[in-house]
Structure formats: C-alpha cells, structure tokens
C-alpha cells in the first residue's frame, strides 16, 4: 500500500467517492418479493437494509415462514425515499391476487434470477419505472 503522496490521497478521495455513492443510492426502503423458486411460495417485506435484510432470509433468520417454506430468493425489489409510501405499497401488493405479483416480477425478471447478487451495485430507479405498477394490470 502507498504512503500519503497523490497516488494514496487519489486513491484514498476514489474510495470516499464510491462509499458516498453506494450510501446514497442503498439508503431509502424497499419493497421486496423473495421467492421459493419459479412461480414458488412468495414473501413479500419492506425493509430500511435490504441487503441486511435478504441475508437474514438466505440464513433462515429473518422469519418463520421464510424458514418453513424455504424462500430464499430476491426476485423483486423497488426503491422508494419516504418510509410511509413503501409501506403503503407492500400493503398495495399485499392485496393484489396472486397473478398480479407474478406478472409484476416477470416484468423486471423474467428469468426469476436472485437479485441479492445485484445488491452492491443497486442504481436509483427512475420515477417513471415505480408509476409504471401502481396498479394492478
């Protein structure tokens, strides 16, 4: 590792950068789908720390129904700024049918591919994109 001269202080500013970025754009609440696999057992949370979060899953932790029916997999999330809305909206899809969420997961993950792996590089979702599911289709 180098000492402090203008390839540490570069280094060391590259760093502060990158941590402020992921910081801001991991920061807000989620409204996350976790699945048992394909069309599987659907769980459906809201979280301030959604990666802490889905790790709790992934170690059966989280909840006692993720643990009995093996859910396991993020197949769907939305980013929201104000913790009352994104309740708002897991109470929204909660309500939805079943085909509904489906449909909704298959819109953004078709292939049901597990997101989790996707939590360190999460972007901001442009405001258009939430609109888009605000209602059942």
């Given at each position: 590792?180098?000492?402090?001269?203008?390839?540490?202080?570069?280094?060391?500013?590259?760093?502060?950068?990158?941590?402020?970025?992921?910081?801001?754009y991991?920061?807000?609440?989620?409204?996350?789908?976790?699945?048992?696999?394909?069309?599987?057992?659907?769980?459906?949370?809201?979280?301030?720390?959604?990666?802490?979060?889905?790790g709790?899953?992934?170690?059966?932790?989280?909840?006692?129904?993720?643990?009995?029916?093996?859910?396991?997999k993020?197949?769907?999330?939305?980013?929201?700024?104000?913790?009352?809305?994104?309740?708002?909206?897991?109470?929204?899809?909660?309500?939805?049918?079943?085909?509904?969420?489906?449909?909704l997961?298959?819109?953004?993950?078709?292939?049901?591919?597990?997101?989790?792996?996707?939590?360190?590089?999460?972007?901001?979702?442009?405001?258009?994109?939430?609109?888009?599911?605000?209602?059942?289709?």
């Amino acid at each position: 590792m180098q000492g402090f001269g203008q390839a540490g202080e570069d280094e060391f500013a590259i760093l502060h950068v990158a941590r402020r970025i992921k910081q801001k754009y991991m920061s807000g609440y989620y409204v996350y789908i976790m699945a048992s696999k394909r069309n599987g057992t659907l769980y459906l949370g809201m979280s301030g720390k959604l990666a802490q979060r889905v790790g709790a899953h992934k170690k059966r932790t989280a909840s006692a129904f993720t643990k009995r029916y093996g859910v396991k997999k993020l197949v769907y999330y939305e980013r929201h700024d104000d913790e009352k809305k994104a309740k708002i909206r897991e109470k929204q899809i909660k309500r939805w049918k079943r085909k509904w969420k489906l449909r909704l997961i298959e819109e953004v993950n078709p292939k049901w591919k597990d997101l989790s792996k996707d939590l360190g590089t999460l972007t901001k979702p442009d405001s258009n994109a939430k609109s888009r599911f605000a209602e059942p289709f």
